[in-house]
T-cell receptor, first 110, second 119 residues
């Protein structure tokens, strides 16, 4: 499985909404509703933000939401805050206990 | 408190092997819903899935890229997972993370272990 495709960067002003896409294939994103999203600050371990396309773990603000259509998943962050500035990675289950990550998107809050 | 604590940084010569340790606590290591996965991140690069293990059975899977060079094992007595990577090259220099797997996603991560491959 090749890495899922994400835009290298995205940006938005404080309070606005930014949406990040994650494009895979019919063998991963399109086949399973098992897309997760991770937030990572420089030098830190990733943190789970969304799982199974659109579910939020306890403690993750409802400003974060996920969706999927065919082979493309998306993460939206509404009401952008300064602390949302980070790298974001999507990840898809690819079957037979294999996973594939996205290329990563750096989000800048203007 | 649920934790995954990894071993410290390592400097390894090309061609050698490294074993990274991931000690878990606060959850049942060999329960059906608590597998362990390994992910790496080269300097300035993105996340890359390396491998997975079911601690209960010991069954493991690996990314095709690492097949033949990586082995993930576990010790159910000490609730510890291990990742060994052999025949190291300079492009294996990366931070290696372990994470708990909840079915299809990774909910808790270790702090990361920097492995530097240098002559």
């Amino acid at each position: 499985h090749s890495a899922l495709t994400q835009p290298p960067s995205a940006s938005g002003s404080l309070g606005q909404t930014v949406t990040i896409s994650c494009t895979g294939t019919s063998s991963d994103v399109g086949r399973f509703n098992y897309v997760s999203w991770y937030q990572q600050y420089p030098g830190k371990a990733p943190k789970l933000m969304i799982y199974e396309v659109n579910k939020r773990p306890s403690g993750v603000p409802d400003r974060f939401s996920g969706s999927k259509s065919d082979n493309t998943a998306s993460l939206s962050v509404s009401g952008l805050q300064a602390e949302d500035e980070a790298d974001y990675y999507c990840c898809s289950y690819a079957g037979s206990n294999h996973w594939v990550f996205g290329t990563g998107t750096n989000v800048t809050v203007l | 408190q649920v934790r995954l604590v990894q071993s410290g940084p390592d400097v390894i010569q090309p061609g050698a092997s490294v074993r990274v340790t991931c000690r878990t606590s606060g959850f049942t290591f060999s329960s059906p819903s608590s597998d362990v996965t390994w992910v790496r991140q080269a300097p300035g690069q993105g996340l890359e899935w390396v491998g997975w293990i079911n601690p209960s059975s010991g069954y493991s899977t690996y990314a095709e890229k690492f097949q033949g060079r990586v082995t993930v094992t576990r010790d159910t007595h000490t609730n510890t997972a291990y990742m060994e990577l052999t025949d190291l090259r300079s492009d294996d220099t990366a931070v290696y993370y372990c994470a708990r797997v909840r079915g299809d996603y990774f909910d808790l991560w270790g702090q990361g272990t920097l492995v530097s491959v240098t002559p």
